[in-house]
């Protein structure tokens, strides 16, 4: 009886350590879990830096972008008219020759050897008539043998012109001042009729060809400026334009336009592919932002707006655990609550504590060192509108004096706390900030 009783304490006992052990277990991993979800939840995220900058009404210049490719006013590839070997090359490459000047010599000295023939024939010819016109007036010479005379001197002269012409076509000469190209043939070559010798271009005015869309046509006059540019953010070159076709292509239903811009550094080259703005009249009070500030997604575009964080949002401090050492400034050397005086005993925990409230007020205001309040981000949708030169037009959702965020934007979220930092200017290249500091 004895050992039963003692086996079922001993059971008793195994058991409730076993309970005590395995409830402490759940209850530590039940507090650790809880612990950690309320640490995280209270958490806040660090501060991003981010530049920003203050929407402001400007100026706008509007205007009509394309794509445009550089030919010269005057340009042609020169080409022989008779057959011949090359005798000479007077020239070398990107050369500027004058109007006239020789480009090419072929061997012309049999045309010379029938030039200075036929002249001896057409002197003997006009001779032949100075005779009969004399032997006419004296009335011993018939009419018949003036006639001709004149005849054959006639033939002489004009085949001794055509024989110049012919030893005129063994030269090349340019048809006007500009820079000429590579040679493309060589001393001794045989060269037909029409084969390319050189390129010859007057690269002091270049014009720009280029289209745009027919509802645009409205918008263009002649006369109109037009800037140009190896890119849409540098276009140092100006010009005007002067021509406007007068049919719209029914295929593309693109319009042609040619502009004339000064070229007097030779920067542009004849073939070139060029950024075309034709600027139109500028307009006042408009908002606009770099290009930058501006995130677009599959379902809007849309900035992020810098503003102070609200008393709400600013995070609460940890509350005292004790009113009572709360309200002293040295807990260590309270005395216990049996020695306080009835008075003071009998004020109540609500007189010893700040209300919520109010402490949150008091966290939101400045320090008094000066510190700045917290700043929050807000995600707002806009709509844009035309862009130039790195800005966009803003025509919905922003108003002025809005501070906006235009540079470091990656992994920003609505409501995240921000730090501005404006040192470095998301409009400019990193070498004009470079050279500015």
């Given at each position: 009886?004895?050992?039963?009783?003692?086996?079922?304490?001993?059971?008793?006992?195994?058991l409730?350590?076993?309970v005590?052990?395995?409830g402490?277990?759940?209850?530590?991993?039940?507090?650790?879990?809880?612990?950690?979800k309320?640490?995280?939840?209270t958490?806040?995220?660090p501060?991003?830096?981010?530049?920003?900058?203050?929407?402001?009404?400007?100026?706008?210049?509007p205007?009509?972008?394309?794509?445009?490719t550089?030919?010269?006013v005057?340009?042609v590839?020169?080409?022989?008219?008779?057959?011949?070997?090359?005798k000479?090359?007077?020239f070398?490459?990107?050369?500027?020759v004058?109007?006239?000047a020789?480009?090419?010599?072929?061997?012309d000295?049999?045309?010379?050897?029938?030039?200075?023939?036929q002249?001896?024939?057409?002197?003997l010819?006009?001779t032949?008539?100075?005779?009969?016109?004399?032997?006419t007036?004296r009335?011993?010479?018939?009419?018949?043998?003036?006639d001709?005379?004149?005849?054959?001197?006639?033939a002489?002269?004009?085949?001794?012109?055509?024989?110049?012409?012919v030893?005129?076509?063994k030269?090349?000469?340019?048809?006007?001042?500009?820079?000429?190209?590579?040679p493309?043939?060589?001393?001794?070559?045989?060269?037909?009729?029409?084969?390319?010798?050189?390129?010859?271009?007057?690269?002091?005015?270049?014009?720009?060809?280029?289209?745009?869309p027919?509802?645009?046509?409205?918008?263009?006059?002649?006369g109109?400026?037009?800037?140009?540019?190896?890119?849409?953010?540098?276009?140092?070159?100006?010009?005007?334009?002067r021509?406007?076709d007068?049919k719209i292509d029914?295929?593309?239903?693109?319009?042609?336009?040619r502009?004339?811009?000064?070229n007097?550094?030779?920067?542009?080259?004849?073939?070139?592919?060029?950024?075309?703005r034709?600027?139109?009249?500028?307009?006042?009070?408009?908002l606009?932002l770099?290009?930058?500030?501006?995130?677009?997604?599959?379902?809007?575009?849309?900035?992020?707006?810098?503003?102070p964080?609200?008393?709400a949002?600013a995070?609460?401090t940890k509350?005292?655990?004790?009113?009572?050492?709360?309200a002293?400034?040295?807990?260590?050397?309270?005395?216990?609550?049996?020695?306080?005086?009835?008075?003071?005993?009998?004020?109540?925990?609500a007189?010893?504590?700040k209300?919520?409230?109010?402490a949150?007020?008091?966290?939101?205001k400045?320090?008094?060192?000066?510190e700045?309040?917290?700043?929050?981000?807000?995600q707002?949708?806009?709509?844009?509108?035309?862009?130039n030169?790195?800005?966009?037009?803003?025509?919905?959702?922003?108003?002025?004096?809005?501070?906006?965020?235009?540079?470091?934007?990656n992994?920003?979220?609505?409501?995240?706390s921000?730090?501005?930092?404006n040192?470095?200017d998301?409009?400019?290249?990193?070498?004009k900030?470079?050279d500015?500091?």
């Open positions: 009886m004895f050992k039963r009783i003692l086996r079922f304490v001993i059971i008793i006992v195994v409730a350590v076993l005590i052990v395995v402490g277990i759940v209850g530590f991993n039940f507090l650790r879990d809880n612990g950690i309320q640490y995280f939840a958490m806040k995220p501060a991003a830096t981010v530049s920003t900058t203050i929407v402001k009404p400007s100026n706008w210049t205007g009509i972008e394309a794509i445009g550089v030919r010269a005057r340009g590839d020169l080409t022989v008219e008779t057959a011949g070997i090359v000479e090359i007077p070398h490459a990107n050369e500027k004058a109007a006239n020789v480009l090419l010599q072929l061997d000295a049999v045309e010379r050897a029938d030039l200075a023939a002249k001896a024939q057409a002197a010819d006009q032949s008539l100075t005779r009969a016109l004399e032997l007036k009335g011993v010479g018939s009419d018949s043998t003036l001709t005379a004149r005849a054959a001197a006639s002489s002269a004009s085949q001794v012109n055509r024989l110049q012409a030893l005129d076509q030269q090349l000469t340019a048809p006007f001042a500009g820079t000429v190209g590579i493309k043939i060589d001393l001794g070559q045989y060269l037909a009729p029409g084969t390319a010798v050189v390129t010859l271009q007057d690269l002091d005015t270049m014009r720009v060809d280029f289209t745009v027919e509802q645009q046509l409205p918008l263009l006059k002649i109109q400026t037009v800037r140009l540019g190896l890119s849409g953010g540098d276009m140092p070159f100006a010009g005007t334009i021509g406007i007068p029914p295929s593309s239903r693109l319009v042609n336009i502009a004339e811009v000064a007097p550094e030779g920067k542009l080259t004849p073939g070139q592919f060029v950024q075309v034709v600027e139109l009249p500028e307009e006042q009070n408009v606009a770099p290009q930058t500030a501006l995130t677009t997604s599959l379902y809007s575009d849309y900035i992020f707006v810098v503003h964080a609200k008393p949002e995070q609460p509350p005292e655990t004790n009113p009572a050492a709360a002293t400034d040295k807990p260590a050397d309270a005395k216990p609550a049996a020695d306080a005086k009835p008075a003071e005993a009998a004020k109540p925990a007189d010893a504590a209300p919520a409230d109010k949150a007020a008091d966290q939101a400045p320090a008094a060192g000066g700045q309040p917290a700043l929050v981000l807000s707002v949708f806009v709509k844009p509108g035309r862009r030169e790195g800005m966009v037009e803003i025509v919905e959702g922003l108003k002025a004096g809005d501070e906006v965020v235009t540079a470091g934007q992994r920003l979220f609505n409501g995240m921000v730090n501005v930092d040192t470095i998301p409009t400019k290249s990193a070498n900030q470079a500015q500091q």
